[in-house]
């Protein structure tokens, strides 16, 4: 084989989100003379950023001082919060809003048309962004550092021969890589694991969210409403809720979240997505309107307990990455700029990521994670407690003397003689989409059928035995796109993978019981293709 082809900086940031072009923007505004590249998986800057999203405009105004001027695609100004109760189908009770949920101030946007819109600003400064390149592994030198990036080779049949369009990945080597990939990152993954960063740290945790991006008839919509529920369709012992942020141009984003600690095997949270739009307060909102763009994504809920050294040899975390979710705002991205700003400035000032984790934990942005560290642990006893507890640390600014534990995800899903599933009375959908494989329609997701499965389970034997046994195969419920099926063929009762339909939302990594489910990044490029989400 062919020696590769190598491309140097002095910095290589992995991830075109909100983290890394902030960081490329603040550093090459402090050091304009230094090469830093920024590289993405997805084939376009956006496409495979989705969040709710309400922002603080804070860290952006201070990044780019005149951004209002020539705002993002899609940035409308809150005008309203709303919080409800569901108490079933056909009720609900409006309710205060919690502290950490007021946004006067803050702004909807499209977390993908945000991202698309800095990327050419971080290019004005001389970043070099790179979409497509999926950085496959990291570079680790003689002395044990990492020493940057490769990209995944493409035209890879799914035998592992070289199709006529083969070309082998490049190594972007640079003294620092900065880690920007979001929640769940496989490189993040492999690098915590390598170095041991998550030592002394509780497990991390994480919810699913679900999106939908709706088209309704003229005249319905409410700009700048926010309106965030907890309660039905989901039982008391499961942590979630939903939200509603109503866009300009009568068009409103629908979405779910459901923290992945949920006990019963036979849940799905795609299912209590869907339910929740039939909810007699969400129905007539949708009715007659039409689905523009949907996906899902795992998103970080540790916080600070499950905070992971920050730095390693060569490396440092930032983002989402290194887990900065605000799970009671139910926001990141401030947390995700400000964090890579501050790495920025650390970075000009000292030349490396020795240093980082100090200066990160010493910070703002941190300090923020600590003050709510109680509250999403606390809904572990389920909603009464959770909502008791959160008013307790509300009250008290997070100056309680104990500090609850996170739990594996995992390690909570129940086995299924052990766990008798709530009654759900869920009824037959009258709103699009119909099953998930029309959920990954809308989410445009592609990968070339040919090529390697990027979804590696360890020993398959576990799914059609002791999975079926223990669990009911909860990968196929779990997955809100389909890639799991479980088949009985002539050749057998078998898992069948269908990593064509996969929306890189990282679920199977978290939640498969057995942790044999490794997600790899697949041929650059290859994925969903979200609009405005």
């Known amino acids: 084989m062919s020696e590769r082809d190598v491309m140097e900086y002095d910095v290589v940031t992995v991830g075109a989100g909100p983290a890394g072009l902030a960081f490329a923007i603040r550093l090459k505004q402090l050091k304009p003379d230094l090469r830093v590249c920024v590289i993405e998986k997805a084939s376009t800057v ?36 709303e919080f409800w109760w569901l108490r079933g189908p056909d009720k609900a009770l409006k309710m205060p809003t919690p502290p950490q949920m007021h946004n006067h101030g803050n702004f909807i946007v499209s977390l993908g048309a945000l991202c698309a819109w ?23 030198d003689d002395r044990g550092a990492v020493a ?85 369709p989901l039982d008391p012992a499961t942590y979630g809720g939903s939200f509603l942020y109503h866009l300009d141009g009568d068009r409103v984003a629908v979405g779910f979240v459901v923290g992945l600690d949920y006990r019963d095997p036979l849940f799905s949270p795609w299912e209590a997505f869907q339910q929740f739009k039939r909810h007699a307060r969400v129905q007539p909102l949708l009715e007659g309107g039409q689905i523009l763009s949907a996906g899902a994504r795992a998103l970080v809920e540790g916080g600070w307990q499950s905070l992971p050294k920050v730095e390693m040899p060569g490396a440092l975390l930032i983002g989402d990455a290194a887990g900065l979710l605000n799970v009671p705002k139910i926001k990141g991205t401030h947390q995700a700029m400000r964090s890579a700003m501050l790495a920025a400035e650390h970075v000009a000032e000292r030349g490396g990521s020795e240093g980082w984790d100090a200066r990160l934990r010493a910070s703002t942005v941190v300090a923020e994670l600590r003050r709510v560290r ?31 534990r996170n739990h594996a995800d995992h390690d909570q899903l129940a086995r299924v003689d052990a766990q008798q599933s709530p009654r759900r009375d869920w009824s037959e959908r009258t709103l699009p989409p119909r099953d998930r494989l029309a959920g990954v329609y809308f989410a445009a997701t592609e990968h070339d059928e040919d090529q390697p499965v990027h979804l590696h389970v360890a020993d398959t034997g576990i799914c059609v035995g002791r999975c079926a046994t223990e669990y009911a195969n909860p990968c196929t419920r779990f997955c809100p796109a389909g890639v799991y099926e479980m088949v009985n063929d002539a050749a057998g009762k078998r898992l069948q993978i269908n990593a064509a339909n996969c929306v890189h939302c990282k679920t199977c990594d978290i939640k498969d019981p057995y942790q044999i489910i490794n997600w790899v990044t697949p041929e650059g490029g290859s994925g969903p293709n979200y609009q405005n989400l």
């Open 374 to 404: 109680n509250i999403r642990p606390g809904f572990n006893k389920g909603l009464w407690l959770g909502l008791a507890n959160a008013g307790w640390e509300t009250v008290s600014a997070g100056l309680s003397p104990w500090t609850l």
């Open 118 to 140: 800095l990327a050419p600003r971080a290019e004005a400064l001389g970043v070099e962004i790179y979409p497509g390149f999926a950085a496959a592994e990291a570079l680790i």
């Open 148 to 232: 940057g990036v490769r990209i995944g080779d493409m035209g890879v049949a799914r035998d592992g021969r070289h199709k006529s369009g083969y070309v082998q990945g490049i190594d972007i080597k640079a003294p620092l890589t900065v880690l920007g990939e979001g929640c769940r990152g496989s490189l993040s993954k492999q690098l915590i694991a390598r170095y041991g960063l998550d030592r002394g740290a509780d497990p991390q945790t994480y919810g699913i969210g679900l999106k939908e991006l709706w088209q309704l008839p003229a005249g319905r919509g409410e700009t700048g409403k926010v309106m965030h529920t907890l309660g039905w």
């Open 46 to 81: 956006g496409a495979q950023i989705l969040s709710g999203a309400v922002i603080e405009p804070e860290p952006l105004n201070a990044l780019l001082p005149e951004w209002g001027r020539t705002p993002p695609p899609v940035c409308v100004p809150v005008t309203k919060d």
